[in-house]
């Protein structure tokens, strides 16, 4: 059973940083996208990131530049740092999955959508006071 648990989020002021955590476990392919998205309230779940296990990153254009997803695959690990948060930027973060390599079939912007992916974690709260 594929598993994400999230880590890492918490209340930051605009300008800070935050690095999450997302651990997974129980996957049984190699291959894998593992994307991060956040959901405000009242809003849509919109992607932030993506990595893929080539290393492979592509970032949502209100992030680019600030936000860094990387992976650990020792430690069976993907991390988000957050940089120069914004207020606006205040929601709940999710990681999610996709085992093996249909993302070789996408557009990266298809994979910043929420339809490929399997498996979510259950979120974690990062709150960006003004």
């Known amino acids: 059973e594929v598993q994400l648990v999230e880590s890492g989020g918490g209340l930051v002021q605009a300008g800070g940083s935050l690095r999450l955590s997302c651990a997974r476990s129980?996957?049984?392919?190699?291959?894998?996208?593992i994307a991060w998205f956040r959901q405000a309230p009242g809003k849509e779940r919109e992607g932030v990131a993506f990595?893929?296990?080539?290393?492979?990153?592509h970032y949502a254009d209100s992030v680019k530049g600030r936000f860094t997803i990387s992976s650990d695959d020792a430690k069976n690990t993907v991390y988000l740092q957050m940089n120069s948060l914004k207020p606006e930027e205040t929601a709940v973060y999710y990681c999610?999955?996709?085992?093996?390599?249909?993302?070789?079939?996408?557009?990266?912007?298809?994979?910043?959508?929420?339809?490929?992916?399997?498996?979510w974690g259950q979120g974690t709260q990062v709150t960006v006071s003004s």
């Open positions: 999610a999955a996709d085992e093996g390599d249909s993302y070789t079939y996408y557009s990266a912007s298809y994979y910043l959508t929420s339809r490929p992916y399997d498996y």
């Open positions: 990595i893929t296990d080539r290393g492979s990153t």
């Open positions: 129980g996957f049984i392919f190699d291959d894998y996208a």
